[in-house]
Nanobody, 121 residues
Framework: QVQLVESGGGLVHPGGSLRVSCAAS????????MAWYRQTPGKERELGAT???????KYADSVQGRFTISRDNAKNTVYLQMNSLKPEDTAVYYC???????????????WGKGTLVTVSS
């Protein structure tokens, strides 16, 4: 099995910064795309940013220019640096990764349980 564990959430003032991390562990042969999503109550989970194994990134319009996704392949970890935070960024942030548990296994989508980020004065 593959586990993804997010960390680094918390309370931050508007205009502030925060970095969340997500570490993958367990049966891992290879990790393809890693991503950060976020979800607020009553709304669908939305994609925030993705990163490929070689570092190519894509961002949602809502976070472009303020958030930066990065990864450390040696540590099986993905990060999301969030700057110029706004109250509307308040959400539970989830990481996701496309993982191949073994050489002969198929790719599976793994999810973390989320970490809460609250932007408030």
């Amino acid at each position: 099995q593959v586990q993804l564990v997010e960390s680094g959430g918390g309370l931050v003032h508007p205009g502030g910064s925060l970095r969340v991390s997500c570490a993958a562990s367990g049966s891992i042969f290879s990790i393809n795309v890693m991503a950060w999503y976020r979800q607020t109550p009553g709304k669908e989970r939305e994609l925030g940013a993705t990163i490929t194994p070689v570092g190519s990134t894509k961002y949602a319009d809502s976070v472009q220019g303020r958030f930066t996704i990065s990864r450390d392949n040696a540590k099986n970890t993905v990060y999301l640096q969030m700057n110029s935070l706004k109250p509307e960024d308040t959400a539970v942030y989830y990481c996701s990764a496309e993982v191949k548990p073994s050489f002969l296994a198929t790719w599976v989508a793994a999810w973390g349980k989320g970490t809460l980020v609250t932007v408030s004065s």
